[in-house]
């Protein structure tokens, strides 16, 4: 679903929501959320087509700055005088910082591969004297 943001921030500020609610980005199944920018992309190149804008801006709130229960994704026209500000002062991290927030993000990434693998089924390994030929025919691709 997509529409007019009701507190916008540029003309032609747009707001895109699944039709279910998810309340964190994680909780968004991928097939969702990638018909979720893809309908961002859609829009883009409408507002592109509608009014005299630069570019975009794709804003997905999740947790602190969310102002409702589910995930909204914002398409913001841009212009270069729009004075829209999206900059922040960078954090300032020391290399030994630095070096634990990646271990920690590749500790979380090693532990959802292992997951996802726990989920699979294992496929039957059999013996070539295991083999049922009647089976095997069952299994056959025409």
């Known amino acids: ?12 500020h747009l707001q895109i929501s699944s039709k279910r609610t ?21 829009l883009s190149w409408v507002l ?10 794709l804003l997905l709130k999740d947790g602190v700055e969310q102002e409702y229960t589910q995930i909204i994704l914002d398409v913001i026209p841009r212009t270069t005088e ?12 020391t ?9 920690l ?8 591969e292992e997951e996802k693998e726990k989920k699979q089924p294992d496929k039957m ?3 070539p004297e295991d083999r049922n030929y009647m089976v095997d025919q069952l299994m056959r691709r025409p």
Request: glycine share 6%.
């Open 125 to 127: 390994r059999r013996s």
């Open 95 to 103: 290399e030994e910082e630095f070096k634990q927030s990646l271990a």
């Open 22 to 42: 998810y309340n964190s980005l994680s909780s968004i199944p991928e097939g969702t959320l990638a018909r979720l920018f893809s309908l961002a992309t859609k």
């Open 48 to 57: 592109f087509e509608s009014f005299d804008i630069g570019g975009t801006n």
């Open 1 to 12: 679903m997509a529409g007019l943001a009701p507190h916008p921030i540029s003309i032609g």
């Open 105 to 112: 993000l590749e500790q979380a990434m090693t532990m959802e």
């Open 82 to 93: 729009d004075k829209i500000n999206f900059l922040w002062t960078p954090l300032k991290q």
